[in-house]
């Protein structure tokens, strides 16, 4: 069974960092394109960044602060954001595809809060 486990938010004032997990079961992170996604409140769910198996492409938003790293050994993705900024607030997600559609099932994410 194919299963990511997110975990690593918290709450954070802005400037600070935080490195969030995906962990996978049922599958190896490094043969799939995985995608990093957030939703905040009261908006929609929106990609952050998807990893292949040539690079990572990430969101404007975040470039330059976000990065992703992957332990093939532990078969864990790592989403490391720095310089966090309040708009950043949102629970994160990781999906193994960068193009989830409407009937995808969503983990239960983590939760980033980022304040002033």
């Known amino acids: 069974q194919v299963k990511v486990v997110e975990s690593g938010g918290g709450l954070v004032q802005a400037g600070g960092s935080l490195r969030l997990s995906c962990a996978a079961s049922?599958?190896?992170?490094?043969?799939?394109?995985i995608g990093w996604f957030r939703q905040a409140p009261g908006k929609e769910r929106e990609g952050v960044t998807c990893?292949?198996?040539?690079?990572?492409a990430y969101v404007g938003a975040v470039r330059g602060r976000f990065t992703v790293s992957l332990d093939s050994a532990e078969n864990i993705m790592y989403l490391q954001m720095n310089n966090l900024r309040p708009e950043d607030t949102a629970v994160y997600f990781c999906?193994?595809?960068?193009?989830?559609?409407?009937?995808?099932?969503w983990g239960q994410g983590t939760q980033v809060t980022v304040s002033l």
């Open positions: 049922g599958f190896t992170l490094d043969s799939w394109n």
């Open positions: 990893t292949t198996s040539t690079s990572t």
């Open positions: 999906a193994p595809t960068c193009t989830p559609g409407p009937e995808f099932h």
